[in-house]
């Protein structure tokens, strides 16, 4: 298992964390500018990622993990979906509390986008197929599977 995160802080405790496992890598990349080997993972997991990048980015990410997936892997998305009953707002309000009191770091500020734009950007990004699988958490949190 490899695990990525730009936030020196999280790698670290995460390391700590993780010492007595030696299956598990934590490495401190930036997702954005990390070019993964292709065809080597079975499973790319985002949890709470792509929402802290503008939409390109997003879809530069996306692509980046269809690369890094075997034939028949798997992307697995935990993300806050824009939705028009306005519950993203919960999750959005903890991510920006998160955020002002440095737990999380943003660079580009939040980009939250509906069910519907996030399918059409995984499709674009080869994942033609990606089913809700349940609730991720709080307000709009979903977990949505992709596959080629």
Same mark, same amino acid.
Request: glycine fraction near 8%; aromatic fraction near 6%.
């Given at each position: 298992i490899l695990a990525v995160d730009r936030d020196?802080? *999280?790698?670290?405790?995460? &390391?700590? /964390?993780?010492?007595?496992? %030696?299956?598990?890598?934590?490495?401190?990349?930036?997702?954005l500018e990390w070019d993964p080997p292709a065809g080597w993972a079975d499973a790319v997991l985002m949890l709470d990622v792509l929402h802290y990048w503008r939409r390109e980015d997003q879809r530069r990410?996306?692509? /980046? /993990?269809? *690369?890094?997936? *075997?034939?028949?892997?798997?992307?697995?998305? &935990?993300?806050?979906? &824009?939705? %028009?009953a306005g519950t993203w707002r919960i999750s959005a309000a903890f991510e920006r509390w998160a955020a002002f009191i440095g737990h999380n770091k943003t660079v580009q500020g939040f980009h939250?986008?509906?069910?519907?734009?996030?399918?059409?950007?995984?499709?674009?990004?080869?994942? %033609?197929?990606?089913?809700?699988?349940?609730c991720g958490g709080r307000g709009a949190d979903r977990i949505l599977v992709a596959r080629p």
């Open positions: 020196g802080d *999280k790698i670290r405790i995460a &390391r700590a /964390a993780g010492a007595d496992n %030696p299956g598990i890598r934590f490495e401190l990349r930036d997702i990410m996306l692509i /980046a /993990a269809r *690369k890094a997936l *075997k034939p028949d892997g798997r992307l697995v998305l &935990r993300e806050t979906f &824009r939705d %028009p939250y986008l509906s069910l519907d734009e996030h399918r059409e950007d995984l499709a674009a990004a080869g994942f %033609p197929h990606a089913d809700i699988t349940g």
